[in-house]
């Protein structure tokens, strides 16, 4: 005999942009979506933008952080083992930001069979204030990782031009304006074509 069971509640998703140093006074763009199951789509069920103490309560909160506030670069590195990983990405990185890679917070994926790994740095302050000042955090993402990486270039955009550039290796360019070709844009296509990669499109 078979005994029907109710469906489990449905949890919601509290989603916050970060996109300057989190503090009690200050406002965020917020979204509040119900969990699907795997591969459905997500529905949002309410967004809007106000202090932390304003954000409505949800099941978990998830923090995304704007490509301004970040350095998403892709490293090759010799195969080594995970546990080197971090520090191996800190070394590679440390002449490419405008701080030292001891001032700041690196995450990295898994090493690609190729060697590639993407490594996220943002500041030490900004995680700091990320963990004070928004509660009960269950996943950080970086804003450029939420588009997944293909053969194409991809620009991503709001209305006021802000957004970022996805390069196929998972590195991305943080894009602050977009009058004409933003600048940011222009010298990545610049510098890959130097190297003999430059892309047949960009996406936007």
């Known amino acids: 005999i078979a ?8 949890m919601t998703t509290l989603r916050i942009l970060i996109d300057d140093l989190p503090a009690p006074d200050r406002a ?8 699907a199951p795997a591969g459905a789509a997500h529905r949002r069920v309410r967004r809007g933008r106000g202090t932390p103490s304003q954000w409505p309560a949800a099941g ?6 704007a490509a301004a506030l970040l350095r998403v670069a892709a490293l090759r590195l010799p195969p080594i083992s995970a546990a080197r990983i971090n520090d191996s990405a800190r070394y590679a990185l440390d002449d490419q ?5 001891d001032s700041m917070h690196v995450a990295t994926s898994a090493q690609a ?3 590639r790994i993407v490594a996220v740095a943002l500041s030490r302050e900004l995680m700091q204030a990320i963990v004070s000042h928004v509660p009960k955090v269950s996943r950080i993402v970086a804003e450029p ?8 270039w991809h620009w991503a955009r ?20 977009a009058a004409g070709t933003p600048p940011e844009i222009a010298l990545a296509i610049q510098h890959a074509a130097r190297l003999g990669g430059a892309p047949a499109r960009v996406i936007v």
């Open 28 to 35: 965020f763009d917020y979204a509040v979506v119900d969990d």
């Open 145 to 152: 990782a939420l588009l997944p990486a293909d053969a194409d």
């Open 158 to 177: 709001d209305r006021t031009g802000r957004g970022f550039l996805l390069r196929p290796d998972g590195s991305a360019v943080a894009v602050h304006a």
């Open 60 to 65: 978990r909160t998830e923090v995304v952080i």
């Open 3 to 10: 005994i029907p069971t109710p469906d489990p509640p449905s």
């Open 113 to 115: 069979a190729d060697g």
């Open 97 to 101: 930001l405008a701080a030292s890679a």
